[in-house]
């Protein structure tokens, strides 16, 4: 009588001699904080239970249709699920790792405003001196897909830092190798530092990873900026107007 009542009995009052409507029945005895937030699953608020659930039987944990991610496929297209680099719990099929499956009070029904951090260090990553804006504003799905991508480390884009850096600052008459390849970790970290820029490191000790060291020291005369580590008061870290990566055509004077 929980959920039926008058069985058989003709005529039906409700769908399948159903106690309550479709809508209300199920919250008779599932009404509590799980089912309550700002932000709700379309089948939990429209209290369309058996879109998700077995009213009766199942071989699957809280009476599921299917095994997840299976049963999420139903509504949500696989497509974006399923690119070359996958986030680990999508490719395990943990989605309520990271989402609530009927209502939560976070933006995509997120169980937690730093979900990244609840598996990602957030010292490792933001707990530098110098934090990238994306990474201190927990804005990490404007670099990264949260699901799968075809990029490496879930990038949404290979040109990724173009999204925001404009393209005119790495352009000129003599470009560094690195910003020619696109490889803007060769010098700076993605998401934090204790060196401004996010460089990996001081300049010059950065500069010497890929420039020996040698060609610079150990001479009788040393150039005043070369001698004092100062690398950019001649030279453009990104594109200069002439070789070598010179700030001026006229640098000398």
């Not at 997840?68 to 790792?97: I, N, Y």
């Not at 804006?133 to 897909?145: G, I, S």
Request: hydrophobic share 30%; glycine share 6%.
């Amino acid at each position: 009588d929980a959920c039926h009542v008058d069985a058989h009995t003709r005529p039906q009052k409700r769908y399948r001699w159903l106690a309550a409507d479709v809508q209300e029945l199920c919250v008779r005895c599932h009404a509590g904080k799980t089912f309550k937030g700002s932000v709700q699953h379309a089948p939990a608020k429209m209290r369309l239970c058996t879109t998700c659930h077995n009213p009766h039987v199942s071989e699957k944990k809280k009476l599921l249709l299917g095994e997840l991610p299976l049963l999420c496929f139903d509504c949500h297209k696989p497509e974006g699920f399923m690119q070359k680099v996958r986030h680990s719990p999508v490719a395990d099929g943990s989605c309520t790792d990271c989402h609530f499956p009927h209502a939560g009070d976070n933006p995509k029904l997120l169980i937690d405003k730093k979900i990244c951090f609840t598996c990602h260090d957030e010292a490792g990553i933001a707990g530098g001196k110098v934090v990238h804006p994306p990474v201190k504003e927990m804005r990490c799905t404007e670099c990264h897909n949260p699901h799968s991508s075809p990029e490496e480390h879930l990038l949404v884009s290979a040109k990724i830092c173009f999204k925001c850096h404009k393209p005119a600052a790495f352009q000129g008459a003599s470009v560094h190798s690195p910003v020619a390849k696109q490889n803007c970790v060769a010098c700076h970290k993605p998401h934090q530092s204790d060196v401004p820029k996010l460089l990996s490191q001081d300049v010059p000790g950065l500069c010497f990873k890929c420039h020996d060291e040698k060609g610079f020291k150990g001479k009788k005369v040393v150039h005043v900026p070369v001698d004092s580590g100062e690398c950019l008061s001649c030279h453009s870290p990104h594109a200069g107007v002439a070789a070598p990566l010179l700030i001026d055509g006229k640098v000398c004077f």
